[in-house]
């Protein structure tokens, strides 16, 4: 581990590029738009493939 002064604070050297990375994302996060309907996108699925909601029922009873 190779520890380095930055600030008076202690950080490892490896850190520094995982903090620019988060700190871009929260900045681009900013400027995200929501799409309309977005809560509803887990009901379309569900009403979409309505076999695949059977299928987890059937695998779940069967481990139960």
Do not use: C, H
């Not at 988060?22 to 929501?34: D, N, V």
């Amino acid at each position: 581990m190779v520890w380095a002064m930055v600030r008076g604070v202690q950080a490892r050297a490896g850190d520094q590029p995982l903090r620019w990375t988060a700190t871009g994302l929260l900045e681009a996060e900013k400027k995200f738009r929501r799409i309309k309907g977005y809560q509803e996108i887990l009901l379309l699925k569900e009403r979409l493939n309505p076999s695949r909601i059977q299928q987890k029922e059937v695998r779940t009873v069967e481990v139960a």
